[in-house]
């Protein structure tokens, strides 16, 4: 079945440096992404819609300068989180969707946990 | 604008018990409706969904019926194991037809299943 590979799985990172995941669509071409962010107990909350060749779609509340998000192909988006802070640290998925029919079904990858320090 | 409730947990349940976890929405025209199952350290799985009223989703046992006389869609399953333990999402996405774009997510359901 279709994969979505989301790499690292867990990051550390000091506060104020930067941190880069990544969701690759491995089996099929995605022509949507979506990033969502998952706090402890909480449901997941989406972040932005990524499509390919065109800029981000953010959610109201979602800062665009902090989290960047590049869709430069049909297999790989990426979310930057810039300038890391302590209350950044959380869980984020990415999902994708595939090319053609709207009826394409949703595939998650298995998530990055993110630690700022 | 839409939003899924689902029942606070954690539940825990001995195994081969019946579950349900209630699920209602609030949405505009006629969205699609989905369960993720979420294992610990990794993404979630589509687990079964429903496209129009009166649809039932179903998958390892579980099932769920589209109402949407009570906006629910609440997930039964006759007989749990202990590998059934994780958390559950009921979803709902804004497309009728069953598109899934960026869903609306309920806060989860910890589902504790004791040998």
């Known amino acids: 079945g279709a994969v979505v590979s989301q790499h690292p799985s867990r990051v550390i990172c000091k506060s104020g440096t930067s941190v880069k995941i990544e969701c690759r669509s491995l089996?099929?071409?995605?022509?949507?992404m979506f990033w969502y962010r998952q706090f402890p107990k909480q449901s997941l909350m989406l972040m932005a819609t990524?499509?390919?060749?065109?800029?981000?779609?953010?959610e109201q509340g979602v800062e665009k300068d902090k989290f960047l998000i590049n869709h430069a192909s049909l297999t790989l988006s990426t979310l930057t989180v810039t300038s890391a802070h302590p209350e950044d640290s959380s869980f984020y998925i990415c999902?994708?969707?595939?090319?053609?029919?709207?009826?394409?079904?949703?595939?998650f990858g298995n998530g990055t946990r993110l630690t700022v320090t | 604008g839409n939003s899924v409730t689902q029942m606070e947990g954690p539940v825990t349940l001995s195994e081969e018990a019946f579950l349900t976890i209630n699920c209602t929405y609030t949405?505009?025209?006629?969205?699609?409706l989905f369960w993720y199952v979420q294992y610990p350290g990794e993404g979630l799985q589509l687990l079964l969904k429903?496209?129009?009223?009166?649809d039932k989703g179903s998958n390892k046992g579980f099932e769920a019926t589209y109402r949407k006389e009570t906006t629910s869609f609440h997930l039964e399953k006759g007989s749990v194991q202990v590998s059934d333990s994780a958390v559950y999402f009921c979803a709902l996405s804004g497309r009728s037809g069953g598109g899934a774009d960026g869903l609306t997510f309920g806060k989860g359901t910890h589902l504790i299943i004791q040998p």
């Open positions: 089996d099929f071409q995605a022509t949507t």
């Open positions: 999902s994708a969707k595939g090319v053609g029919s709207y009826n394409s079904p949703l595939h």
């Open positions: 990524s499509n390919e060749g065109s800029k981000a779609t953010y």
């Open positions: 949405a505009t025209g006629y969205p699609s």
């Open positions: 429903a496209t129009k009223a009166d």
